[in-house]
T-cell receptor
């Protein structure tokens, strides 16, 4: 079975632009979460979606938004990019919504903002 | 969610047993303890999860004392490929799955 996939692998954008990152969960997983990982730090929670509804939001500005599609894939959108948005963006999927369900992470999308 | 404290880094040698301790003094009654491993430029990978006493799987053991204010991840006979960052997370089964990662422990295994 395929694991969590993310696209693109790498991305370079300039300040002020917007970006869309994509995630496909493991087949059968209905929950998708997004994390931002800045170099040298642990992943920081951005969003969780379950059954196409937002179920959790981390401490990120409104420039960050996401959605989940009927096939449970997800997009993370970031508007008005700042240099500080440069990071590895991780997507994780799980069968359910609570902590009891193991999360499976994708390889991430490396975003560089110049 | 309870806050966790781990050592920033640890060194070990191949073949040794490594124990990484995590403090979580404010752990709540319903909180589980979960450990993840992360290699450079990869997403974290689930290692083990427990609630109390001892849990063992094919890669690690997790020891949790009776007061549950700390936990110890034990990696038997580490190899060079175990060099990674290890994260301890504590959260409530009733929460959504918004895992709060700290800085983790950077384990370096030397030959």
């Amino acid at each position: 079975d395929a694991g969590v996939t993310q696209s693109p692998t790498h991305l370079i954008k300039t300040r002020g632009q917007h970006v869309t990152l994509r995630c496909s969960p493991i087949s059968g997983h209905k929950s998708v979460s997004w994390y931002q990982q800045v170099l040298g730090q642990g992943p920081q929670f951005i969003f969780q979606y379950y059954e196409k509804e937002e179920r959790g939001r981390g401490n990120f500005p409104d420039r960050f938004s996401a959605r989940q599609f009927p096939n449970y894939s997800s997009e993370l959108n970031v508007n008005a990019l700042l240099l500080g948005d440069s990071a590895l963006y991780l997507c994780a999927s799980s069968l359910g919504i609570t902590e009891a369900y193991e999360q499976y992470f994708g390889p991430g999308t490396r975003l560089t903002v110049t | 969610l309870a806050k966790t404290t781990q050592p920033i880094s640890m060194d070990s040698y191949e073949g040794q047993e490594v124990n990484i301790t995590c403090s979580h003094n404010n752990i709540a009654t319903n909180d589980y303890i979960t450990w993840y491993q992360q290699f450079p430029s990869q997403g974290p990978r689930f290692i083990i999860q427990g609630y109390k006493t001892k849990v063992t799987n094919e890669v690690a053991s997790l020891f949790i004392p009776a007061d549950r204010k700390s936990s110890t991840l034990s990696l038997p006979r580490v190899s060079l490929s175990d060099t990674a960052v290890y994260y301890c997370l504590v959260g409530d089964e009733g929460d959504n799955n918004d895992m709060r990662f700290g800085a983790g422990t950077r384990l370096t295994v030397k030959p």
